[in-house]
């Protein structure tokens, strides 16, 4: 109320009733107009809703549109992306349906009296199914024969005896004593027979049948029906990879060829366009040789790929020609292409080889990176070399396709012409020798000559060394030329023998002659207890077996594991592995398979009970599917296993009428008392140490290769005296040299024999270490000593085995010029440069540096294994560091190689030299240094061990 208001209360009052009265007559008007107004209303809120019932509808499905537009999208770019769905969904679909077809081929027509052994034969699917048709039929045919060895020679009669004494002449006692013994001795027959395939797997088939009677009587043909049961699933293995996803390895191999032809070509076409830049366009050069890089792993993939599926591709090619006529697998067809496949593995040598000569610099060559002197000479060598280089490079490309047209198994043409094109890459290669030497002679002129006034001594050293390096890298061109040039003559020659009349033998006699000689040669294999290895393997695994038995035999233990006492000696079998490390693996990826198989057969019982066998197979179906869909490299094993156990538990061993509750926590606890048996039968009974092998291998390539070196000296020596000796016959004596020019040329007198055994000890020490590092790095460590360091250690026995190959690349090179030093009046056995006595120098510099590092490392490492001991750190960090000094034998070697190249150059010239020996004697040189290099990488990664040792205070 306002101050007027409350001075004038009538006037309040009257203002009060006008507003009232107002008031009443808009109600009242409101209320004549209300159902107008409603009807007006309600037609708008239905028009509103059915309006937004159509704008949500259609926002529904734009979401709709766009979720399935992305999800297309993503499937769309997944290949770009680098991803596998496709791969992933057709291998697991292929798994999971053959899964479905197997249990339902054998448990719906109710005859698991015959074919009991449904989860045996799920193991044998799994194992068998490989990833083509030819390797599942070739590993299906292996499996069958030896489950019918295993069965009818090791188990069934053992089988029947027990059977016999038990049952029949109720000798409990007896036979509880004598199974246990029994098992040892078959268990280790069987993981010791030659003929057989998948030992460990076989001792669990012998497993069954032989302990099948200790619980319950057994039909004697009983063990013959488990036999189909396997034979019914190997089928359907091999079946899986006809229908619905076809899954052949030809297809594969054909790919593969086509993707090596392209790599190879691409690869010779970066070796040109970088020839044509290097020195004027620098860009260029570095994206050639990124080129050369990529494509390098590329062809090394492609290769290993090939050699993996070339005996299935035999098989799938012998059967297609069998059954469609043609030659089959070992005629012309089958023939050129494992003379192929085996023969691009020979390219990887010289194309490293080239790789490293074209990409890592010679030590000292970095300062060259602006010298106008270099500049000129790489111009130099393009403008020589260059129309010679092209047409190798050309002819070369041209030889790998016409290799490529015999070996293509669909579109196989033995009819393509072959004697032109070897004859043009034949006459290719000498004439870009004959450039090359040219071209080195310009170069070296340009270098020596121009370059002194302006270059110091250091210089003009490491301009020399660029020389070096070009003369590796196009050796190993020429290498990689004459490797597809022999090619082709093998080839010719193979069409010559196949070309003659064949033997005048009967067939029948012929193929009867020769069943009888792959019969005679089946028996006559060697015994596995030859090898040390395999028979520490074949009686762990026995005793393993031993202890596993106790619970089939002793009636306590057999009440307590009732009734699948079977399950200690299964696990204990299907996880012996030689090593402790994949042993360990692989036990705990059995023991997580088992959990989660457990977990999802519960899962299935609680939400579908009634024990129905249609919805089982369902199930195991789409558990199968997933599992293989997520099935990685590392950890394969514990997925497979998954597939294998969740149809154990679902169907049990052959009868489906049981409890799934009861049988899972049953099957779980067994199969960790295997683990546990066979932890105490690795650790305690056999400790056999991967991580001591790696250890004590890695310090042994040291020594030897300090062995190797001094060996390597002693060659040179006599090399060097030789040369000497017949140098001054060369002088005074001349005539008495017979018309070859040649000295003692039938005679070896510089023990290159005995330098190839100390290479042979390099390649064992080498090999072993690749066998055994990864069981090493994945064993477990029990606290009594530090695990092995993993990418140190990877890193320490790639550059031993690299050291390995430059082992053997330096026997080669001093074989090579053991041959030209014996032939009289040749260039490099000039006395005034005396190569030999070089090299000598350079081999004697490393070998007493090796020296000094071996005798560091012994006493470091006083038990002869890199590991901490005896309070070791400072000691073993300080012997690593000595590695470091090769860096100044390297040196060396770069200035003494560069004068005595530079000399030789400008008193002999490379006029009258003979361009092979002298690429030899730079190839020497380089492999001198890249043996020092690798070792010097070596010492880095010991330095990294031996950081990591403990201070003992």
Request: net charge neutral; charged share 20%.
């Amino acid at each position: 109320m306002s101050d007027s208001d409350l001075e004038n209360p009538s006037s309040s009052a009257r203002t009060s009733a006008n507003h009232l009265q107002s008031q009443s007559f808009m109600e009242q008007f409101d209320d004549d107009d209300d159902n107008d107004d409603l009807a007006v209303e309600s037609d708008r809120l239905d028009n509103s809703h059915n309006k937004n019932k159509k704008n949500k509808n259609r926002s529904s499905k734009k979401r709709k549109d766009r979720s399935r537009w992305f999800w297309k999208r993503q499937i769309k770019l997944a290949r770009e992306h680098g991803g596998d769905y496709g791969t992933r969904i057709t291998t697991a679909a292929r798994t999971a349906l053959g899964s479905g077809l197997m249990f339902s081929t054998l448990v719906f027509p109710d005859r698991t009296d015959l074919l009991g052994m449904v989860w045996v034969g799920n193991i044998w699917y799994h194992v068998n199914i490989s990833n083509s048709f030819g390797a599942s039929l070739t590993s299906v045919l292996y499996f069958a024969r030896s489950t019918i060895i295993t069965t009818v020679v090791f188990s069934w009669p053992l089988a029947l005896l027990f059977n016999y004494l038990k049952h029949e002449g109720n000798n409990h006692r007896l036979v509880n004593i004598l199974f246990p013994i029994a098992i040892f001795g078959v268990s280790f027959l069987i993981l010791t027979c030659p003929q057989l395939t998948s030992n460990t797997l076989m001792v669990v088939v012998m497993f069954i049948v032989v302990a099948a009677p200790i619980a319950n009587p057994m039909y004697w043909l009983k063990p013959f029906g488990w036999v189909a049961t396997y034979f019914i699933c190997l089928a359907i293995a091999v079946l899986m990879n006809v229908a619905p996803f076809p899954n052949f390895a030809l297809h594969t191999t054909r790919n593969k060829l086509k993707q090596l032809e392209r790599d190879l070509t691409m690869l010779l076409l970066a070796i040109k366009e970088y020839s044509n830049n290097n020195g004027t366009n620098l860009k260029l050069a570095r994206k050639a040789i990124s080129t050369m890089e990529f494509k390098y792993t590329r062809i090394f993939e492609t290769i290993n790929t090939l050699q993996e599926k070339l005996p299935a591709a035999l098989v799938e090619l012998k059967l297609k020609t069998s059954c469609f006529g043609g030659s089959g697998g070992g005629g012309r067809c089958g023939q050129d292409l494992v003379e192929w496949v085996q023969h691009s593995k020979t390219l990887l040598e010289p194309l490293k080889h080239l790789r490293s000569a074209l990409v890592q610099k010679v030590l000292g060559e970095e300062s060259t990176f602006s010298s106008p002197s270099l500049a000129r000479a790489k111009v130099v060598l393009n403008q020589e070399i260059s129309p010679s280089r092209d047409r190798l490079v050309d002819a070369t490309v041209s030889s790998i396709a016409l290799c490529h047209t015999w070996a293509d198994p669909t579109k196989h043409d033995p009819s393509a012409q072959h004697q032109q094109q070897r004859e043009e890459l034949r006459t290719a290669l000498q004439e870009c020798k004959r450039s090359f030497h040219k071209a080195i002679c310009k170069a070296a002129d340009e270098i020596g000559s121009k370059g002194s006034c302006h270059q110091s001594s250091k210089e003009q050293q490491s301009l020399f060394a660029h020389l070096t390096r070009r003369m590796s890298a196009f050796h190993s061109l020429f290498a990689l030329a004459e490797n597809i040039v022999n090619f082709l003559e093998q080839h010719n020659n193979n069409e010559e023998i196949q070309s003659r009349p064949s033997s005048h033998k009967k067939p029948c006699c012929r193929h009867l002659f020769q069943w009888c000689s792959m019969i005679w040669a089946f028996c006559r294999r060697p015994w596995k207890w030859r090898n040390p290895d395999e028979l520490q393997m074949a009686i762990k695994t026995s005793m393993g077996m031993v202890l596993a038995a106790l619970f089939v035999s002793i009636p306590y233990l057999k009440d307590v594991s009732a009734p699948y006492g079977i399950w200690p000696g299964i696990t204990v079998a299907s996880i012996s592995m030689p090593s402790r490390g994949s042993s360990f693996i692989k036990a705990a990826d059995r023991l997580m398979a088992t959990m989660i198989g457990g977990a999802f057969s519960l899962l299935v019982a609680d939400f579908f009970p009634g024990n129905r066998d249609s919805v089982k197979i369902g199930a195991l179906t789409v558990f199968s599917f997933i599992m293989i869909y997520l099935r990685d490299k590392n950890h394969a094993y514990m997925f497979t296993y998954s597939c294998i156990t969740i149809g154990c538990m679902l169907f049990g061993s052959g009868a489906s009428d049981y409890d799934i509750s009861g049988y899972v926590p049953k099957r779980i606890e067994l199969i960790f008392v295997g683990v546990l048996i066979f932890g105490f039968v690795e650790l305690l009974l056999f400790p056999r140490s991967s991580r001591k092998i790696v250890e004590g291998a890695a310090l042994d390539f040291i020594l030897s290769t300090r062995d190797f070196l001094k060996q390597a000296v002693k060659c040179s020596e006599q090399m060097e005296t030789f040369v000497n000796q017949s140098g001054c016959l060369d002088d005074n004596q001349s005539d008495c040299l017979d018309d070859k020019s040649t000295v003692y040329s039938n005679e070896k007198p510089f023990d290159l024999s005995e330098l190839a055994k100390a290479h042979a000890k390099l390649k064992a020490h080498s090999s072993k270490l690749a066998m055994e590092t990864g069981p090493a790095i994945s064993e477990p460590s029990l606290g009594f000593g530090m695990p092995l360091h993993a990418s140190s250690f990877r890193r320490l026995v790639a550059n031993e085995t690299a050291t390995e190959r430059q082992a053997a690349l330096l026997c080669n090179a001093l074989g090579t010029l053991a041959t030209y030093y014996q032939q009289g009046g040749h260039p490099i056995r000039d006395l005034n440069n005396n190569w030999p006595h070089v090299h000598t120098g350079f081999l004697r510099d490393v070998a007493d540096c090796m020296d000094t590092i071996c005798d560091l490392l012994d006493a470091a490492f006083v038990d002869g294994r890199i590991r901490a001991q005896e309070g070791n750190s400072v000691e073993a960090v300080n012997a690593a560091a000595t590695f470091r000094s090769l860096e100044d034998v390297r040196l060396k070697i770069v200035s003494e190689w560069s004068d005595s190249f530079q000399k030789f150059v400008h008193q002999n010239g490379f006029d009258d030299s003979d361009p092979h020996a002298m690429m030899t004697l730079g190839i020497t040189t380089t492999v001198i240094m890249e043996m020092c290099e690798q070792m010097q990488q070596a010492g880095r990664n010991l330095e990294e061990i031996a950081y990591r040792f403990p201070e003992i205070q």
